[in-house]
């Protein structure tokens, strides 16, 4: 842990409190309509200053692949790990609840990227053009084809805003077209696509400037992937939560 912690801190919160979260992380105002932020969040990094906040989303993870498979930057650097309650754990409801505060879309005309824009503050939004055209609510967004893409793109922009999203979903866009890989099965795919994932996130975070949060996202996906996990692995899987996991860069 980046605090020298023995275990890594494990808080619980609701999904819908991430846009109110993220708000008063950075000072902007919160409509009252939106589920109050996570208070151990803000009391956790409030007092040490935050300049710009980069949330890494990425598609098929959760607690099971952190256990299972130990990424070893994101296990070493955490600074708390929040498990998230919320009804839908897969890809679009984990946008909507982050961008929207729920399921309705653009509830009261909010919008998380736009209402931090009208607030003064520059945001950007990286992924694939499918989803950049569906959630940007109209703020810069960039779409790359790739994780590799993204993530090279990040580097460019991550010290430059104040909220940055990068989105990497390569295991379920390879495991969907059936592309060759020197993976043997899905199983190895993911392992190999985490690790490689875990080192991306840590360039991008010895990039960042002092008093940047980094914050990595996790959901179930577009749609559900079969593995061949057996018994309890295969279960534990199945019921494992989306969650978030927050570094600070000093």
Known sequence: MSQQQDEMPTLEGMMTALPATILNLLDVDIPPFLTPPIQTLIDLFKPRGINRIIINLIDQFGLFE???????????????????????????????????????????????????????????????????????????????????????????????????????????????????????????LSQKLIKRTDKWLKSTFLQLRSKSLMVVLSNHGRYKIDLNYQGKAGEWRSASVPLAIFMYKE
């Open 66 to 188: 952190i256990t299972v498979h130990k990424p070893p930057f994101l296990i070493s650097q955490a600074d708390a790990l929040v498990l998230l309650s919320t009804s839908n754990p897969y890809l679009h409801g984990v946008l909507f609840n982050t961008f929207f505060g729920g399921f309705d879309f653009e509830p009261n005309g909010f919008h998380l990227l736009r209402h931090l824009q009208e607030h003064g503050k520059s945001t950007v939004f990286v992924g694939r053009e499918r989803d950049i055209q569906r959630y940007n609510g109209g703020t810069p967004s960039i779409a790359k084809s790739t994780d590799m893409a993204t993530w090279i793109e990040g580097a460019k922009v991550v010290n430059r805003n104040d909220l940055s999203i990068l989105h990497y979903l390569d295991f379920e866009d390879i495991s969907a077209k059936g592309q060759k890989t020197s993976a043997k099965n899905l199983e190895e």
